[in-house]
């Protein structure tokens, strides 16, 4: 498996930005797929964004146009940018990657977005 490990939470005010990173423990050049899930309270985990080897991206309808995520194989870190950030935004992000049919999770970070 992977071992991947988030930065960059913390508690932000509405319309405020913040960006996500994770350090992968290896390449992430080949690996198939690079992504971002959160799960609110009481909530399950989905799917923010994933970006592919091929180049390609994804998100979830909630965040378009809010949210980028982009890979850095160089340095084997997923970042995920979000800007004008909304209550409903709160969550525990994890970073996800999909290799060799495994999948692996990273320990999460806290996003709170409150006045």
């Known amino acids: 498996q992977v071992h991947l490990v988030e930065s960059g939470g913390g508690l932000v005010q509405p319309g405020g930005s913040l960006r996500l990173s994770c350090a992968a423990s290896e390449s992430i050049f080949n690996i198939h797929i690079m992504a971002w899930h959160r799960q609110a309270p009481g909530k399950q985990r989905e799917l923010v964004a994933l970006s592919n080897s091929g180049g390609n991206t994804n998100y979830a309808d909630s965040v378009k146009g809010r949210f980028t995520i982009s890979r850095d194989n160089g340095k084997n870190t997923v970042a995920l940018q979000m800007k004008n950030l909304k209550a409903e935004d709160t969550a525990v992000y994890y970073c996800?990657?999909?290799?060799?049919?495994?999948?692996?999770w990273g320990q999460g970070t806290q996003v709170t977005v409150s006045s």
């Open positions: 996800y990657a999909y290799k060799d049919s495994r999948p692996s």
